[in-house]
């Protein structure tokens, strides 16, 4: 394993995180494919061993049960001072009004139901699962700040928005003195480069580190275009990610797997470990294997050609993942 920066922070992170959205009951929240606790605790605890100390969560993920699952798995398997926990506030948790959203009224009661599932006093880093145009931007930053000095995260970041509400939320902090942002997390994959126009040149200007989610695409890099999984059937969000032009990426990633003879996860992300500003790909896995293979794509090197290649097929898309 390799370790890095986050950003501008003194923070080491490991150089692949662990996406935690694979863990939950699977009858509670949205994701009936998720991995009860029996079966994620292996994954967690080969994750541990391989090196990685950077552990993704959200509030939202199967109801809240992915971070009770993680934060029982962390405590048996690994000291919490070695670690880089993270977790969100955004999505609704319940019906009504005050269920989601960037008040300060959620945020500072989230972070507190986040930390009883958890079962620890802090996370390492909090994150806004996206923008909230409800909210003045000053409510939120202010409740955010607020949540660092009472010690109960260490760092606060962000995830998928347009490059100017970042740039908004990033301002408005430095303007009263309150906590910037250290991470960005943002859908970018070998399908979906549209953040680099905006939001990659903002984040390595501001020293903001960056943490893709989706780096396989929800799969869809791992294997045939055409194939199916009981994800792939279910995932209503996913299916409005990709569309049928990028199937001939998928083919090449495919051809490169095939001259290299290794599986074409590694290559895709490979693909996304070696872009500029890039600090640690958000990984989900359900089998040993997708651990293997992350943990390995960190000593491919694709050459000039491979990367032509790879890069060659891509053309504009919609704005996805917001």
Not at 7 to 14: E, F, R
Not at 78 to 86: F, I, N, Q, T
Not at 292 to 315: F, M, Q, R
Request: hydrophobic residues 40%; proline residues 5%.
């Amino acid at each position: 394993m390799r370790y890095v920066k986050l950003g501008s922070t003194g923070l080491d992170v490991s150089r692949l995180t662990l996406g935690c959205m694979s863990f939950g009951i699977p009858d509670r929240g949205n994701h009936a494919w998720t991995l009860d606790e029996e079966r994620s605790r292996p994954l967690i605890r080969q994750a541990i061993e391989a090196g990685i100390t950077f552990f993704d969560t959200a509030n939202a993920y199967s109801d809240g049960t992915s971070e009770e699952i993680v934060g029982r798995a962390l405590k048996d398997f690994a000291r919490r001072e070695d670690v880089v926990l993270a977790t969100k506030v955004y999505m609704p948790m319940r019906k009504g009004p005050n269920g989601g959203g960037l008040s300060r009224k959620v945020i500072l009661h989230e972070i507190d139901a986040s930390l009883k599932r958890l079962g620890t006093d802090y996370v390492d880093l909090y994150q806004i699962h996206r923008f909230d145009p409800a909210t003045p931007v000053e409510e939120t930053m202010e409740a955010l700040h607020d949540v660092v000095k009472a010690g109960k995260a260490r760092y606060i970041g962000a995830s998928s928005m347009y490059a100017w509400q970042f740039s908004k939320l990033q301002y408005t902090a430095a303007a009263h003195g309150w906590t910037r942002f250290v991470a960005m997390q943002d859908h970018y994959n070998l399908l979906y480069r549209e953040e680099e126009r905006e939001m990659l040149p903002l984040c390595a200007d501001q020293g903001v580190g960056v943490l893709p989610w989706s780096p396989l695409a929800r799969g869809r890099l791992t294997r045939p275009w055409d194939a199916e999984t009981e994800r792939a059937r279910t995932d209503e969000f996913g299916k409005t990610l990709y569309a049928e032009g990028d199937r001939e990426i998928v083919e090449a990633v495919r051809r490169i797997a095939a001259a290299r003879e290794i599986p074409a996860a590694r290559v895709a992300l490979a693909w996304l470990l070696q872009r500029p500003g890039v600090t640690s790909p958000i990984v989900g896995v359900t089998k040993e294997s997708h651990l293997t293979d992350a943990v390995a794509a960190l000593d491919l090197v694709l050459d000039e050609k491979e990367i032509a290649e790879l890069e060659a097929p891509y053309g504009p898309h919609e704005v996805a993942g917001h």
